[in-house]
């Protein structure tokens, strides 16, 4: 049980790159979610999914799209970078979060955007 | 949508003295509040949640408290040590299944 799966750990792009955050997780969980660490701000929430062909955008959608073809994945595009997006992304996943179940981060993705 | 509060932003505490971090929330429809410890490079993980039919709830060194008419919920850290030295994350369930964070609060446990 691996739990929750991100790729790559680090990641240095050029602006106007586009790239994949990979999440997966094996944990059967409906829910999944990507947020952004930044210093001073906390977790913001970029994009969730609550099963397999359904998304949503969260707070700071702009600049990202997402898709979820599998229960398992939930990558996270970035179709042309700027360097606002220089951040740490963290994938997350629970059961569902309604009923307060535990939500699962991975281990994060630093990403550079230069 | 919910914004979370979190107090203060960074707390220095000597090693056995208790830590307290304070969080409040704007959605008086929330009912499920989580603390998520966050170590240097790694993802946050959750050490306790609350929901609101409770007012407390505590597992070994660690409580917390819920004031559901304030909307405020703290952490309580008893006999600090070195290994709580982190960065500490409340956060309140809101709407459709979103979870909003509090900016963290940055503990540091001296020796």
């Known amino acids: 049980n691996a739990g929750v799966t991100q790729t790559p750990k680090f990641q240095v792009l050029k602006t106007g790159q586009s790239m994949t955050l990979q999440c997966a997780q094996d944990?059967?969980?409906?829910?999944m979610s990507w947020y952004r660490q930044d210093p001073g701000m906390g977790l913001r929430l970029i994009h969730y999914?609550?099963?397999?062909?359904?998304?949503d955008q969260g707070e700071v959608p702009n600049g990202y799209n997402v898709s979820r073809s599998t229960t398992e994945d939930f990558p996270l595009r970035l179709l042309s970078a700027a360097p606002s997006q220089t951040s740490v992304y963290f994938c997350?996943?629970?059961?569902?979060?309604?009923?307060?179940?535990?939500?699962?981060f991975g281990e994060g993705s630093w990403l550079t955007v230069v | 949508g919910e914004n979370v509060e979190q107090h203060p932003s960074t707390l220095s505490v000597q090693e056995g003295d208790s830590a307290v971090i304070k969080c409040t929330y704007s959605?008086?429809?929330?009912?499920?509040f989580p603390w998520y410890k966050q170590e240097l490079g790694k993802g946050p993980q959750l050490i306790i949640d609350?929901?609101?039919?409770?007012g407390e709830k505590k597992d070994q060194r660690i409580a917390v408290t819920l004031n559901k008419t304030a909307k405020h919920f703290s952490l309580h850290i008893t006999e600090t040590q070195p290994e709580d030295s982190a960065v500490y994350f409340c956060?309140?369930?809101?709407?459709?299944?979103?979870?909003?964070f509090g900016k963290g609060n940055q503990v540091v446990v001296i020796p």
């Open positions: 956060a309140a369930l809101y709407g459709n299944n979103r979870l909003a």
């Open positions: 944990m059967n969980h409906e829910y």
């Open positions: 999914s609550v099963g397999a062909g359904i998304t």
């Open positions: 997350a996943s629970s059961l569902t979060p309604r009923s307060g179940n535990t939500i699962y």
């Open positions: 609350i929901r609101s039919n409770v």
């Open positions: 959605d008086s429809a929330s009912n499920y």
